[in-house]
């Protein structure tokens, strides 16, 4: 059983950064990988960055080139850092841990990241 608690969201002004957290409980060993979607309201929902065990990285179109995935093995975390952000950054950001052998992903509850004047 793995558990995921993001942080960091909050009220970010536009053209500001953020770094989100996501702190890993439990089983974590030998995950492929961990990451970030995040949701609108009626939308679905979208693929924002991962990184695998040995630190590959990916980014989704949204955020590449402004943002930056990082994975603190030893603290079972990942962060991901947004930087020159828009109001269309603001979603409900979700961490993923994609355990091995197939199993189901597992999903944090989410944290409210809002970008506003």
């Known amino acids: 059983q793995v558990d995921l608690v993001e942080s960091g969201g909050g009220l970010v002004q536009p053209g500001g950064s953020l770094r989100l957290s996501c702190a890993a409980s439990?089983?974590?060993?030998?995950?492929?990988?961990m990451g970030w979607y995040r949701q609108v309201p009626g939308k679905q929902r979208e693929y924002i960055a991962s990184?695998?065990?040995?630190?590959?990285?990916d980014y989704g179109d949204a955020v590449k080139g402004r943002s930056t995935i990082s994975r603190d093995h030893g603290e079972n975390t990942v962060y991901l850092a947004l930087n020159n952000m828009t109001p269309e950054d603001t979603a409900v950001y979700f961490c993923?841990?994609?355990?091995?052998?197939?199993?189901?992903?597992?999903w944090g509850q989410g944290t409210q990241v809002t970008v506003s004047s």
């Open positions: 990184i695998t065990t040995g630190g590959s990285t």
């Open positions: 993923y841990f994609d355990p091995p052998f197939g199993r189901p992903w597992v």
């Open positions: 439990g089983r974590v060993d030998n995950s492929n990988a």
